[in-house]
């Protein structure tokens, strides 16, 4: 943590760089609404929980405060891997049929509440 502290400006403190690297980056959310990481060294695809954690939070916000407008839909609308339709803004845990899901849809499939509306 001296080595940290001491280290200078992040960008060339050396242990900071050496961390980043072993550990990657907290998942970053930019003023344009954008997430992103800074992967660690030994990254791999079955390492996406890290991706997850906003939709976590739509989720809990969604079974705490009822139907809840989910908040993914500007990540969603910038991923090549997801279509957005209405089912985002009024129903996202209906998409856990789809073939590409969204990150909400996926983690709603696996917590097994497939089936499962959270209001009418």
Known sequence: MLDIARGGDA?????????IRLIGSPII???KD???IIPPISYT???YWLEMFPAI???FKCLTEGCTICELLPWCIKSPQTQ???????????????QNMCPYALLWK????EGYTPCQ
């Open 11 to 19: 960008l060339q403190n050396s242990s900071i760089l050496k961390c």
């Open 29 to 31: 959310k930019d003023s």
């Open 34 to 36: 954008e997430f992103w």
């Open 45 to 47: 695809i079955e390492n």
């Open 57 to 59: 939070e739509e989720i």
């Open 84 to 98: 957005e339709d209405d089912r985002c803004i009024n129903s996202p845990w209906d998409r856990v049929k789809d």
């Open 110 to 113: 696996h917590w097994a509440l």
